[in-house]
């Protein structure tokens, strides 16, 4: 099945710097690959998402990018606030009628500090 | 609001006890999926039905156990409960594309 490895960990940044988070995955047929923030105690959020037939997706400060060939995908946040600090999740899988079934990396808590 | 509902929000039981999370997905939605989030841990998926069959099974324990209803509504049945059950909860549905979570449900074994 599909192994989503996430890094770093954990993330600090200073407000207004710029967030990088990294994640590979392992099925080279997963064509579909999400990122969930969760701020505590909530639930997690779709925030961006990307496929595979694109290589970059900005949203406002939040932008993903896709390498197939590499299988590794990045979220990238701009401008960091306060309010950007979560738990940050990738995913991925592939899309298929019966449903998907995604698999998550493990997390990175960002912490922007003031 | 993504649209799927949890019940309970909270629960307290002991150790030994079995519980009942329910779950309404979203409108339209066949596929369920439910997660376990321990503290400060990533989302562990325990198993996913699409329209009352199972999809697939992730690392459920023996002890649990799921089902999905004609209406497409799902239960998650936790018995003999250990203090290592204790967690958040979620359940989550699916269109074709995005998978959307509900509020979760939280358990507290004691």
């Known amino acids: 099945g599909e192994n989503v490895e996430q890094h770093p960990s954990t993330l600090s940044v200073q407000e207004g710097d710029s967030a990088v988070i990294k994640c590979t995955y392992s099925?080279?047929?997963?064509?579909?690959f999400p990122w969930y923030k969760q701020e505590l105690g909530k639930r997690p959020q779709l925030i961006i998402d990307?496929?595979?037939?694109?290589g970059e997706k900005k949203d406002q400060r939040i932008a993903v990018t896709l390498n197939k060939t590499a299988k590794h995908f990045s979220l990238h946040i701009t401008e960091t606030q306060p309010e950007d600090s979560a738990v940050y999740f990738c995913?991925?899988?592939?899309?298929?009628?019966?449903?998907?079934?995604?698999?998550f990396g493990g997390g990175t808590r960002v912490l922007v500090k003031p | 609001d993504s649209g799927v509902t949890q019940t309970p929000k909270h629960l307290i039981t002991a150790t030994g006890q079995r519980v009942t999370l329910r779950c309404s997905p979203r409108?339209?939605?066949?596929?369920v999926y439910w997660y376990q989030q321990s503290l400060d841990q990533g989302l562990q998926f325990l198993i996913q039905?699409?329209?009352?069959?199972?999809?697939a099974k992730g690392n459920i324990l023996e002890r649990f156990s799921a089902q999905q209803f004609p209406d497409l509504h799902s239960e998650l049945n936790l018995s003999s409960l250990e203090l290592g059950d204790s967690a958040l909860y979620f359940c989550?549905?699916?269109?074709?594309?995005?998978?959307?979570f509900g509020e979760g449900s939280w358990l507290t074994v004691v």
């Open positions: 989550a549905s699916s269109d074709l594309n995005t998978i959307y």
């Open positions: 099925d080279s047929a997963s064509n579909y």
């Open positions: 990307i496929r595979s037939n694109v």
């Open positions: 995913a991925a899988n592939r899309i298929k009628a019966a449903g998907n079934k995604l698999t």
């Open positions: 409108s339209g939605d066949l596929s």
């Open positions: 039905y699409y329209n009352g069959e199972e999809r």
